[in-house]
């Protein structure tokens, strides 16, 4: 029973166009949602988080949209360059008390061709 | 300062075997967390600490021990290993385990058991 979801394992994008990847979730009353990055052979980086009490955040060429009726956010990277070739993981922190669990998606590897 | 660290790399294991992966992190982080990730499901948590000498289960704890016994270290013990064990081991850490507590991953620990 997958909370978090990522449907697409993988999105090849041009450099310099827009790289959009997306994100379901099951639970409304998860209260935080972040987005890590993953090179190969090396562990997951923070990238971008948002709290649901928001609907956007941005950071440089990161942003990310939360859609809370949806179940759904998307993160979007502009201009896409080819050093964001990675696997991206989004992950949702449920509530469950002072734990600081977090629940993953599947990743979606993103290849951004030069 | 050199973040989380985990050790060792790599390993093969025989079935039944049993071995231990150590996790170390500098940052005077309260929470740590073993997750595994494999092809297509994403990262699972296996146990986490919210402090040393606590331990709990995660999603996926069976077949696995876990100990927290200096604020530091976080040990992941497998006492008789099975192919399913086959996998990406990582650590991470969270200074706190609300909205900040972004979690910092080592490497990785890659394990395989024929």
Redesign the interface.
Known sequence: DQQ?K?NS?SLSVQEGRISILNCDYTNSMF??F?W?KKYP??????LI?I?SIKDKNEDGRFTVFLNKSAKHLSLHIVPSQPGDSAVY?C?A?PPSG??????????TTLQVKP | NAG?TQTPKFRVLKTGQSMTLLCAQDMNHE?M?W?RQDP??????IH?S?GEGTT?K??VPDGYNVSRLKKQNFLLGLESAAPSQTSVY?C?S?L????F????????TRLTVL
């Open positions: 978090v990522q394992p209260d935080y972040l890590y052979a090396e562990g997951p980086t923070f988080s709290s993981f992950a922190s002072n734990t600081g669990k977090l629940i993953f998606g599947q990743g | 989380v929470y967390y997750y297509g499901m994403g990262l699972r948590l986490y919210v709990a995660g999603e990582f991470a969270s706190y385990s609300d909205v507590g972004e979690q910092f991953f080592g490497p990785g």
